[in-house]
């Protein structure tokens, strides 16, 4: 395999097909690179724009251009919303980051990257909904019935869940990752008389902070430069159900607004004065148990009497043992059609193997390793050991007895086999955990909050990691195009 070469990549080719606008300008402002998303952002010829000062092409001056204060200040400009207009009249409202270019420490220019804020709106309700759910008329596509099990403590939830479908109070959910909350939510609906009515999911913590009270009330034409009129998701939803996931990544701000949603039963546009009575039902989730979270500051403590008037408790997957069989027998089920496969049942080995793994991922964890599994078979009716994914092995808590199954699929011998695992494995845990720290802690920038959300973890417990492994949350703070943070 060749080596890569950074010298040898197409770096225009990359930048010139990136989804967000890319302008990069010389140290005196004058635009050397200006690529097709950018010219569709403002409605402009590209080939006008390059060799031009960037307060030329745009309305702004060297104190209120984003790129100007960057060339002038040396230092990144991070998710400004800029509303200007072009040379020629058209009107733009985006988010943009703006970095300094160095080369042998000199500055040599700046790097903008901008995304259009009705374009990244519109992408984000998109993909809140599911292909399944955008075939269907509602979009809600899960039922009681696809909750699979006969665990009391999920039994019982179902039965809250149940009765309460059918109440006007709001409903909240607590469960970790994987614990099937979406899946509640939509069942909740499916249940309720306001089943022909709009579900509409909404994932606080996927959402930008400054789109979010936009998308969630709406606009009024004349809020800010550039706005139109667009009914929020709270009015699109009314008559049916709105499902407020992760309801504790949503800025305190904007909690109090919801707050008097809640209370008043009417929603008001930004930029209107008018409002708009509302009939709703609302359900939320969190990750975490509440009293956490509240004593964190990350949820107030009236939101969480208002949305959790109906509380329900979704246990993890190492509670709830006692359903393993069936659920490995509805995904196997399941993926044999998927994958065109004719797989029965698991071994011994990997059925002891699962009620002792402490399942961090839960259900959609378990759902996976067998997806994953069912890959590997190779025309095998039985899913063995040597077809699972590798990091159940690391996360297993106990000496594994490594069995002839395994054996026979890794071609190794039984002694060989239990040496290897049994003597590497509290090092390999502790690898695999330190790993997935990072992981987390790249996924979210370098937010030790939501990093801690990310794995399920209380903040307390997730700093107690970082100190044990000797990581530091700023080592991470970089931005999505890998520019790290000043």
């Not at 006969?150 to 109440?167: D, F, G, W, Y």
């Not at 970790?176 to 913590?205: M, V, W």
């Not at 409002?275 to 939101?303: F, T, Y």
Request: proline share 4%; hydrophobic share 40%; net charge positive.
């Amino acid at each position: 395999m060749d080596k890569l070469d950074l010298d040898d990549i197409d770096i225009y080719r990359v930048l010139s097909s990136m989804h967000e606008g890319v302008v990069i300008s010389d140290a005196t402002g004058i635009i050397r690179v200006y690529n097709k998303t950018q010219a569709i952002i403002d409605d402009f010829d590209s080939r006008e724009a390059i060799g031009k000062k960037i307060t030329e092409v745009y309305q702004l001056t060297d104190d209120t251009s984003p790129t100007m204060r960057c060339l002038k200040s040396g230092r990144p400009i991070m998710n400004e919303t800029l509303l200007y207009q072009t040379r020629l009249g058209r009107v733009a409202n985006i988010i943009n980051n703006v970095y300094p270019l160095y080369k042998s420490g000199k500055l040599i220019g700046a790097i903008n990257f901008s995304k259009d804020y009705q374009l990244l709106e519109k992408t984000i309700v998109q993909d809140m909904v599911s292909p399944q759910q955008k075939k269907s008329k509602n979009s809600a596509v899960f039922n009681f019935s696809d909750i699979i099990g006969l665990n009391p403590e999920m039994r019982n939830a179902v039965k809250i869940a149940m009765m309460s479908s059918n109440s006007p109070s709001s409903i909240m959910i607590y469960g970790r990752t994987g614990t099937g909350k979406e899946l509640f939510a939509q069942s909740i609906h499916n249940h309720s008389s306001r089943k022909k009515k709009p579900f509409i999911p909404i994932n606080c913590a996927a959402i930008p902070e400054n789109l979010l009270e936009g998308i969630l009330f709406g606009t009024s034409k004349g809020a800010f430069t550039g706005a139109i009129d667009k009914s929020g998701l709270f009015e699109q939803a009314n008559g049916g159900t709105v499902f407020l996931d992760e309801l504790d990544s949503m800025p305190l701000t904007l909690q109090a607004k919801l707050l008097r949603v809640i209370q008043e039963k009417k929603v008001r546009k930004l930029g209107s004065l008018k409002e708009i009575d509302l009939d709703i039902k609302l359900i939320s989730s969190v990750g975490q148990p509440p009293l956490e979270i509240i004593q964190e500051g990350a949820l107030r403590m009236d939101l969480f009497y208002r949305m959790g008037v109906v509380f329900i408790m979704l246990p993890p997957l190492r509670e709830r043992k006692d359903d393993l069989r069936k659920l490995v027998g509805h995904f196997i089920a399941e993926y044999n059609d998927v994958l065109n496969v004719q797989v029965l049942n698991i071994s011994k080995n990997v059925s002891d193997l699962f009620e002792q793994y402490h399942w961090p991922g839960n259900v959609r964890e378990l759902k996976h390793v067998i997806e994953a599994s069912m890959n590997m078979v190779s025309g095998s009716r039985t899913i063995k050991l040597a077809h699972l994914p590798p990091h159940i092995f690391a996360f297993s808590k106990k000496d594994l007895s490594i069995g002839s199954d395994y054996i026979a699929g890794q071609g190794h011998s039984q002694s060989q086999a239990k040496k290897a695992y049994s003597s590497g494995l509290s090092q390999t845990q502790a690898d695999s955990e330190r790993q997935i720290i990072c992981d987390a802690l790249e996924a979210s920038y370098g937010n030790a909050a939501k990093a801690s959300r990310y794995l399920g973890i209380s903040p307390q417990s997730f700093h107690y990691k970082l100190k044990k492994h000797g990581l530091k949350r700023k080592d991470f703070a970089i931005n999505r195009f890998g520019v790290k943070k000043v």
